[in-house]
Structure formats: C-alpha cells, structure tokens
C-alpha cells in the first residue's frame, strides 16, 4: 500500500530549461493538489486537479507553470523557462474525494535551478 | 497578506513538558484548521484537524483549542517526546476539509531536550 510517489526527488536545470515534475496519487484516490515550499516558509497552494479536470488553479502563476492529472498515469507538474526564482520543495498531496477527506503527502520534489 | 500567523517560529521543551504553538487567522470564511507534522526531507502529515463548530479536539496527546471569536487555535503536545522534534505547519481553508486551497503557517521548529 504505498504512498503518494513523487519523483524525481531531485531535479537539477539550469536556467531556460523545463522541469517536469511526477506526482503518483495513492492507490483509490482521484484528487491531486499541489503546493510549493520555500525555505523556511509553510507550503503554498498551487492547483487541485481530479482526473481530467483542473478543478482550483488559483495559486498557480499565470506564466510558465502547468499541471496535468492525465486519466491514466501520474499527475505532471510543468515549469517552463526556469528561473532561480522556482527553486523549492514542491509537495503534491493525493486524496480519495474532495471535501472533508483526509489528503496524503508525498516526500516532495526538491528543484534546484542553477 | 498573511493569512495565517503562526507563533513561536521555533520552541525548546524539556522533555515530558508541554509544547504551545499559537496560530490567528484573519478569513473568516476559513472552516477546516489542521496541523501539520513535517520532519526534514518529508512531506507533511496530517495530526489532528478541527472545524470551527467546536472548541477543542484532543487525539493522544495532541489537542487542538479553537477560539472562534478571536480567530486563533493552537497545539498542544503533553508529555512532549525527542521523537516529537519537527516542524509544525498550521493551515487553513474554505474547502472543508481536504488539501484544496489550504493556507499554511510559516512553521514552528520544535526540538524536544532529553
């Protein structure tokens, strides 16, 4: 019964470059979300995506990211054109329904642009 | 805007001790506040969680008080553990329940003395 996966656990890119970021939900749940954690700083929400569906995007920046939760495979998370800036954890968080269930985070994904 | 504060930014307790982190929130809409247990290269997990139609929720020895008219909940650890040494997120949302749309404290690193 594993969690939720989330790999690679670290990325590398330089500047200009794309990451793209994998989220695998727990086994029987349908709800992705992502968030973003600077140093030293509590996570931020970034999108909520059933399969298929972009259900809330409003902490995600208007430019270079994406997400997707495809019906089959993992949820992707994708920056264009990297920056310093995007260096952080991002965390994705998997849960069975929406409202009122408990969500599950993986270990996260630890981006260094260089 | 902060939308949630969270206080002390870090705390030192002698084991057996109680540990008090405070957060406010300032949205009142906010009707779903958990906390968050992370330890170093780990995403959070999920402790206890409280809705605003109770004062207090105890699981083990983690309790949560909830002060609805002056916007404030906090964490209690009795009995604080070296095992207990983490950080510590506050969060809020609207959603009820669930990941979607949390907003998160800045964090409480808690180290519990021998």
Redesign the interface.
């Known amino acids: 019964n594993a969690g ?1 996966m989330q790999n690679p656990r670290h990325l590398v890119r330089r500047r200009g470059q794309e990451a793209r970021l994998r989220c695998s939900p727990m086994k029987g749940h349908s ?1 992705v ?1 992502w ?1 973003r954690q600077l140093p ?6 970034m999108v ?1 995506l059933q399969k298929e569906n972009i ?2 995007e ?2 995600m920046p208007k430019e270079r990211f994406s997400a997707e939760f495809p019906k089959e495979g993992p949820s992707i998370l994708r920056i264009q054109q990297v920056v310093r800036g995007d260096s952080a954890a991002y ?1 994705c ?1 998997s ?1 069975r ?12 994904t630890r981006l260094t642009v260089v | 805007q902060q939308q949630v504060k969270q206080s002390p930014q870090s705390l030192i307790v002698q084991k057996g001790g109680i540990s008090i982190i405070n957060c406010a929130y300032e949205n009142t809409a906010f009707d779903y506040f958990p906390w968050y247990q992370q330890f170093p290269g780990k995403g959070p997990a999920l402790l206890i969680a409280i809705r605003p139609d109770v004062s207090e929720k105890k699981e083990g020895r983690f309790t949560i008080s909830f002060n609805k008219s002056a916007k404030q909940f906090s964490l209690h650890i009795m009995d604080s553990q070296p095992g207990d040494s983490a950080t510590y997120f506050c969060a809020a949302s609207r959603s009820g329940g669930g990941a979607d749309g949390l907003t998160f404290g800045k964090g409480t690193h808690l180290i519990i003395q021998p």
Request: glycine share 20%; charged share 20%; net charge negative.
């Open positions: 939720v709800h979300y968030y030293e700083e509590g996570l931020k929400f909520y259900i809330d409003s902490g965390f968080a849960s329904e929406g409202v009122g269930t408990e969500a599950f985070f993986g270990q996260g």
